[in-house]
């Protein structure tokens, strides 16, 4: 049988006899390939993920611990000098020192640039309506300008017609436009660009970080939307509110997906992902300030987290 065998394989395939021992060779070595495995690598140890996850966590760490120094650096580099109050004309000032007073350089190159365009300042009024002008430095400056507070009237001309003198002048009163507090966590781009310095941009991107965040718990908070001038983040704060009620979006600790919580500003991948391997190894959540026990979570952030956080 075994025979009939090699000569059918022989025959069928041209082999010669030494061919025919090599074939053979062949099999039986890819056999044995195959089986191998199953007698040699038994003892392998599982694979234990704990020590990948300290290095990652570890990682995590460093990151975060670069990226804060990096925000303070930065905080340093632009944090306003002090400011120096005296009494002053503003048709005499240099870009140098407005800036001085607390301005940056564009906006003091925008009041010589109207100067140079417009004539020189009458009152305080008039300095008052430069685009982009914070409302809170005028009010510092306001009694050290040295212009009246309006514009004086301009002188009549006699007049030789046949007016009686002592007829009674038409006076029209001035309807005088002040802007409303508004409530910052249901403001639309109308409300938000009545503040000066907004437009259509500014407006519809603090609405969609509003959005993002699930609501601000707090005003200060608007100083944290990009591309927002300091100045302007304090006309917000002027006039803005947050109700009582609040409205804020609140994460369940206990039930939100890694998706849902990455995609908060205050959250993001590597934070969301501690959350949740946190809930996996130690079951759920019993309250929020559990968190502080996640060691790549600084005070920091589990402050900035906890105004939208809920365990239910």
């Known amino acids: 049988m075994l025979k009939r065998l090699l000569h059918g394989l022989q025959e069928y395939f041209s082999f010669s006899q030494r061919e025919l021992t090599q074939f053979f060779i062949l099999i039986f070595l890819m056999a044995l390939l195959m089986v191998a495995p199953f007698f040699f690598f038994q003892d392998d140890v599982p694979y234990d993920p704990t020590a990948d996850q300290r290095i990652l966590d570890s990682l995590v760490v460093q990151l975060d611990q670069q990226a804060e120094e990096e925000a303070a650096a930065r905080a340093n580099r632009y944090r306003r000098k002090p400011i120096k109050l005296y009494r002053f004309n503003p048709n005499q000032l240099t870009a140098a020192q407005w800036q001085e007073?607390?301005?940056?350089?564009y906006i003091a190159q925008r009041i010589l640039n109207y100067r140079a365009k417009a004539g020189d300042f009458k009152s305080k009024a008039q300095l008052q309506k430069i685009y982009g002008l914070p409302d809170s430095l005028f009010q510092l400056w306001y009694p050290y300008i040295d212009l009246p507070d309006e514009s004086p009237g301009y002188a009549r001309q006699p007049f030789s017609g046949s007016f009686s003198e002592n007829r009674p002048k038409?006076?029209?009163?001035?309807?005088?436009?002040?802007?409303?507090?508004?409530?910052?966590?249901?403001a639309d781009t109308t409300e938000l660009k009545q503040i000066r310095g907004i437009g259509s941009k500014l407006s519809q991107r603090i609405i969609n970080f509003r959005d993002k965040?699930?609501?601000?718990?707090?005003?200060?908070?608007?100083?944290?939307?990009?591309?927002?001038?300091?100045?302007?983040?304090d006309s917000v704060r002027k006039y803005a509110f947050i109700a009582k009620d609040g409205g804020v979006k609140k994460i369940n600790l206990n039930a939100a997906t890694f998706d849902e919580l990455r995609q908060h500003p205050y959250i993001g991948y590597s934070l969301a992902r501690a959350i949740v391997n946190y809930?996996?190894?130690h079951g759920p959540y019993p309250s929020v300030e559990e968190l502080r026990?996640?060691?790549?979570?600084?005070?920091?952030?589990?402050?900035?987290?906890?105004?939208?956080?809920?365990?239910?």
């Open 101 to 105: 007073l607390g301005l940056n350089r």
């Open 213 to 233: 965040m699930g609501g601000f718990h707090s005003v200060d908070q608007v100083a944290e939307v990009y591309g927002l001038p300091p100045e302007v983040a």
């Open 170 to 186: 038409p006076e029209f009163p001035r309807k005088r436009w002040e802007l409303q507090p508004f409530d910052l966590n249901t």
């Open 293 to 312: 026990k996640i060691k790549v979570i600084n005070e920091a952030q589990f402050l900035k987290m906890q105004p939208y956080l809920v365990v239910q």
């Open 279 to 281: 809930r996996t190894q």
